[in-house]
């Protein structure tokens, strides 16, 4: 017997989770967050498959890039969301999103024709900081793949008004640490956070503020689970929270909580 879809003929959210697992866990609370919902019934359909082990680490892959294309992972996913009534797909890694990964996702939504909006953390990102940061020299705190990939610096550089500022190396190293240690990063320890990771983006941080920074990319959907924990007089753009509500605009606009 056929199984009629939940969805059929509504928009729905489809989340590729597993990149990491809490990332995508993290995008649909924040798509719930900003809903104006006065009932259950309220909120939209959202759709997530985390399916982390068909789906390679993104900076290895693109500092690697003779290893499989984590691509391959993400289509699967995006053409089982599709095929579950998704329309309108976000895919909750920002390195996810550099063009030697994004190009061949893209590419494979045509050829199968897949009905489907493929949302842009990156592009997202930038069209809030637009309109929110004119101005502004931004601090981007994400993954060597992010960097190396330079993803973000293709929307932004763009732009007169605008300009990312990228740590040095060595406060790169403590970001990097921060996500990927197998000791205290977010990956291994994403609930609870371990307090060296909190301590990491500290240090970063103090010394991005004495340098006269005052407003951070959150460039990597793993660094607010650990920034979050940051008591400091910033501001701190967090793109998954961007993405969320440009989902949740694109789908139920008329439900989309005010700032």
Request: proline content about 5%; charged content about 25%.
């Amino acid at each position: 017997m056929e199984c009629t879809l939940l969805t059929k003929n509504k928009l729905a959210i489809g989340i590729v989770g597993g990149l990491g697992p809490y990332a995508g866990m993290d995008l649909e609370r924040k798509v719930f967050d900003n809903i104006e919902a006065r009932s259950d019934q309220d909120y939209p359909d959202v759709i997530m498959i985390s399916a982390s082990r068909l789906i390679p680490d993104r900076t290895y892959y693109i500092m690697h890039p003779e290893t499989d294309n984590p691509c391959t992972g993400i289509e699967y996913v995006i053409q089982k969301l599709a095929a579950a009534g998704a329309t309108h797909i976000a895919i909750p890694c920002n390195t996810a999103h550099s063009p030697i990964i994004m190009n061949q996702v893209k590419k494979f939504i045509e050829m199968n024709s897949l009905d489907v909006t493929l949302m842009n953390i990156v592009e997202e990102t930038y069209k809030w900081a637009r309109e929110n940061c004119a101005g502004k020299k931004i601090v981007l705190y994400a993954t060597q793949g992010t960097y190396y990939s330079g993803v973000y610096h293709s929307f932004f550089d763009k732009d007169d008004n605008l300009q990312i500022i990228e740590p040095e190396e060595e406060d790169r190293k403590l970001i990097w640490d921060a996500i990927y240690s197998r000791d205290f990063g977010i990956k291994a320890y994403s609930n609870p956070i371990k307090e060296q990771a909190v301590e990491n983006f500290r240090i970063v941080t103090e010394k991005m503020m004495n340098l006269g920074y005052d407003t951070f990319i959150m460039g990597c959907t793993e660094i607010p689970l650990a920034m979050g924990r940051l008591h400091l007089p910033i501001t701190k753009i967090d793109p998954a929270r961007i993405l969320a509500r440009a989902l949740v605009k694109a789908v139920c606009p008329e439900k989309l909580r005010a700032e």
